[in-house]
C-alpha cells in the first residue's frame, strides 16, 4: 500500500505561483510512475504531468511551459511548480502513484487508469 499526502494549495491572482507537495509513505520500491492530475468542478478528472522513477517526465499541454514535476527520492516528496497560473487551472490538484514497470508497461501515463494510490487532493484556486 502506498499512502499520498498532498499540500501546497491556496489562492492566487492571474499569473502567480504555487508549489504543491506530495508526502509519500508506505511500499514505495516498486512504484514507477508518479503523477498530478486535477479535477475542476463538473469536470472529469485529466492528468497534468507525470514522472518515471528514472526520471523521465511528460506533460501535459495545457501546463507546458508553465508547470515542472519534480521528485525527491531522499525525501520520498512529489513536487509540482505552478507558473504562470490562469483562472482555467482553478481545480483540486491530486497526488497519484503507480505500481510497478510490469502494472503500467504500454500506459499511458497521464491516463487515470496507471494509478491505483491517490491522495485527498489539495485545492488551487486562481482569481483573474
Known amino acids: 500500500q502506498v499512502q499520498l499526502v498532498e499540500s501546497g494549495g491556496g489562492s492566487v491572482q492571474s499569473g502567480g505561483s504555487l508549489r504543491l507537495s506530495c508526502a509519500a509513505s508506505?511500499?514505495?520500491?516498486?512504484?514507477?510512475?508518479m503523477a498530478w492530475f486535477r479535477q475542476a468542478p463538473g469536470k472529469e478528472r485529466e492528468g497534468v504531468a507525470a514522472?518515471?522513477?528514472?526520471?523521465?517526465?511528460t506533460y501535459a499541454d495545457f501546463v507546458k511551459g508553465r508547470f515542472t514535476i519534480s521528485q525527491d527520492n531522499a525525501e520520498d516528496t512529489l513536487y509540482l511548480l505552478m507558473n504562470s497560473l490562469k483562472p482555467e487551472d482553478t481545480a483540486m490538484y491530486y497526488c497519484?502513484?503507480?505500481?510497478?514497470?510490469?502494472?503500467?508497461?504500454?500506459?499511458?501515463?497521464?491516463?487515470?487508469?496507471?494509478?491505483?494510490?491517490w491522495g485527498q487532493g489539495t485545492q488551487v484556486t486562481v482569481s483573474s
Open positions: 508506505g511500499n514505495l520500491y516498486s512504484t514507477y510512475y
Open positions: 497519484a502513484a503507480s505500481g510497478s514497470p510490469t502494472t503500467v508497461q504500454g500506459v499511458w501515463p497521464l491516463g487515470r487508469y496507471a494509478y491505483p494510490y
Open positions: 514522472i518515471a522513477s528514472d526520471g523521465w517526465n
